[in-house]
């Protein structure tokens, strides 16, 4: 039962640094979106997909970019990375984009530091 | 705007003791309400919903909440609180879609021996 699996869980970079965090889910959910997670702050949608090569962007969007080739994988790209960006990371997916087909389930998150 | 509160950062109860989390919402219809629960070093996990009919919900692990339209609360509840209930649990707030949930800030749980 891998249910959504991300890596790393846990990463350093330095300013300007690029990388990316994998997500793969392996329910056949159509519906995938990534957060990330500030101490005081809950949780806050950074992009999603409701399918194979449809993406758009969350509440926070800035210095992520994401895409979503297969139905199974779901990216997060930061191309330049900035202290700001020193967050924990998760990946959740759910059947469809409505809230009643299905609840959201998450990955265990990945821990990302930049100097 | 739709928003979430969840006044308490911190709470600690001894095991054995009753729970009571509170949360406190603004929406502009009738929202879609969920608590979450995070374990140390692990992702979120679903404990319960509400999308309409019986204000007072069940959820997994012996947890409660209710819905009570005229304070804008979804506050959870558990009778007994075990060790293992000691987690970071969040309030969420959210419409028809999955895009649309606002999470709270979270309380985090101690549970004293």
């Known amino acids: 039962n891998a249910g959504v699996t991300q890596t790393p869980k846990f990463q350093v970079l330095k300013t300007g640094q690029s990388m990316t965090l994998q997500c793969a889910q392996d329910m056949n959910h159509e519906y995938m979106s990534w957060y990330r997670q500030d101490p005081g702050m809950g949780l806050r949608l950074i992009h999603y997909s409701v399918g194979a090569g449809i993406t758009d962007q969350g509440e926070v969007p800035n210095g992520y970019n994401v895409s979503r080739s297969t139905t199974e994988d779901f990216p997060l790209r930061l191309l330049s990375a900035a202290p700001s960006q020193t967050s924990v990371y998760f990946c959740?997916?759910?059947?469809?984009?409505?809230?009643?087909?299905?609840?959201?389930?998450f990955g265990e998150g990945s821990r990302l530091t930049v100097l | 705007a739709q928003s979430v509160t969840q006044p308490d950062i911190h709470i600690t109860v001894s095991e054995g003791a009753s729970l009571e989390l509170r949360c406190n919402y603004s929406?502009?219809?009738?929202?879609?309400l969920f608590w979450y629960v995070q374990s140390p070093g692990q992702g979120l996990q679903l404990l319960l919903k509400?999308?309409?009919?019986?204000?007072l919900v069940q959820g997994i692990k012996g947890f409660e909440a209710e819905f009570k339209r005229s304070q804008s609360s979804f506050n959870l509840r558990k009778p007994s609180v075990h060790w293992s209930d000691a987690a970071e649990y969040f309030c969420v707030v959210g419409g028809y879609n999955n895009n649309d949930m606002r999470f709270g800030a979270g309380t985090r749980l101690t549970v004293k021996p």
């Open positions: 929406y502009g219809a009738t929202p879609y």
């Open positions: 959740a997916s759910s059947l469809q984009l409505t809230v009643r087909t299905g609840e959201l389930f």
């Open positions: 509400y999308f309409s009919g019986d204000t």
